[in-house]
């Protein structure tokens, strides 16, 4: 048997790029343009030490829907890993 669904009639949870109920990363949003707006860089593993942000894709993501200008540029760590690095 074959079942054949219109994308609106389900969802699954990873289709969903919000919260139903909450703003999901707004506190992480503003530490992180606080820390690129003073002139600060930063990676994801700086991300997760400083802000405990597991995701700073998204949350530049977010910050570059809201207009602003956030630029990357890969840089190498220590042992020769290629990482993105964010800042304005």
């Not at 860089?41 to 993501?61: G, M």
Request: glycine share 6%.
């Amino acid at each position: 048997m074959n079942a054949v669904f219109e994308a609106d009639q389900f969802e699954l949870p990873f289709m969903k790029t919000t919260h139903p109920t909450k703003q999901q990363g707004n506190e992480q949003n503003t530490k992180i343009l606080n820390h690129l707006r003073g002139g600060g860089r930063l990676t994801a593993l700086e991300a997760l030490e400083w802000f405990k942000c597991f995701r700073l894709a998204s949350r530049i993501h977010d910050l570059k829907k809201a207009g602003f200008e956030v630029q990357k540029r890969m840089i190498k760590t220590a042992n020769g890993k290629s990482v993105a690095q964010y800042y304005l």
